[in-house]
């Protein structure tokens, strides 16, 4: 996990970052669309300040599993979209539906920069 991984399990959505796996608490799959929100800033301590989650503009909470890293690998080269695993090979809760469009910025990002994103996301998409 130290890319960036998210899937669905068949009943959650879970992921992984920088060294920890996480599950979004609350939130089963469904067949509507969402837009998903995850913010990471490797200055906070603790997972929960250091990775945040938000789902059609409310935040949620996650459940760890293991340490969010202060920083990114090095070799934290890759994404998978849509499915999680230990390696390329290994790939398992697979996303069951469309990817509309993927956003990753190189810096922690600004509580009024995500509220302008989720607007036009929300707009674009019709979420």
């Known amino acids: 996990v130290n ?3 998210f899937g669905m ?6 992921g992984g970052f920088s060294g920890a796996t996480f599950t ?3 939130v089963t799959a ?3 669309y969402h837009h998903i929100v995850l913010n990471f800033d490797g200055t906070q ?3 929960a300040n250091r990775l945040k989650a938000r789902l059609d ?7 760890f599993t293991g340490t969010v890293n202060n920083a ?3 070799v934290a080269k ?5 499915a999680t695993g230990t390696s390329a090979s290994n790939q398992t809760n697979f996303w069951i539906g469309d990817i509309g469009e993927l956003m990753i910025f190189t810096r922690t990002l600004k509580p009024n920069e995500i509220l302008a994103i989720e607007n036009y996301l929300t707009t674009k998409w019709a979420v």
């Open 30 to 32: 469904d067949t509507n």
């Open 72 to 74: 990114t690998s090095g």
């Open 57 to 63: 503009s409310t935040d949620v909470n996650l459940t």
């Open 78 to 82: 890759y994404f998978y979209g849509g």
């Open 9 to 14: 399990n068949g009943t959650q959505w879970i």
């Open 45 to 47: 301590t603790g997972n």
């Open 24 to 26: 979004v608490d609350s």
């Open 3 to 5: 890319g960036f991984q």
